[in-house]
């Protein structure tokens, strides 16, 4: 099976019915389809502010979990997203698959790019 690494969730704060509630500011449900969603920067390792123990977890990450058929859901933090980017780069040769949203369509199409 496939996996959708999303590279960062993101959180805000809603209120219902007067209390504040903690939730995802984006849905990557839809995602699901393509993958098991995986978390690329979890809170907790971005509230550390780190770079390196930040840069280190991705690579862990992807270099243990990541495979061809996966994708990159490019989400979150775009400073997360650059080192990702360039981390897949680094340990797969470039090919990397991307995740898109279209917003006319409402779904998510797949990128291709060799970098």
């Known amino acids: 099976m496939s996996k959708v690494f999303v ?6 704060y809603v209120r219902t019915n007067g209390i504040p509630k903690l939730v995802n ?3 990557v449900t839809p995602a699901k389809q393509f993958g098991e969603i995986i978390e690329l920067v979890p809170e907790h390792i971005a509230e550390t502010g780190d770079e390196i ?8 990450v992807l270099e243990e979990h990541y495979a061809e058929n996966d ?3 490019p989400v979150g933090s775009p400073i997360f997203i650059g ?32 970098i």
Request: charged share 30%; with cysteine; aromatic share 14%.
């Open 7 to 12: 590279v960062q969730i993101q959180k805000k």
């Open 83 to 114: 080192v990702a980017c360039a981390i897949l780069t680094d340990l797969f040769g470039g090919k990397i698959k991307f995740l898109v949203w279209d917003r006319r369509k409402s779904v998510y199409e797949v990128k291709t790019y060799h």
């Open 53 to 60: 123990v930040i840069r280190d977890h991705i690579y862990d």
């Open 25 to 27: 500011s984006v849905d």
């Open 71 to 73: 994708f990159i859901l």
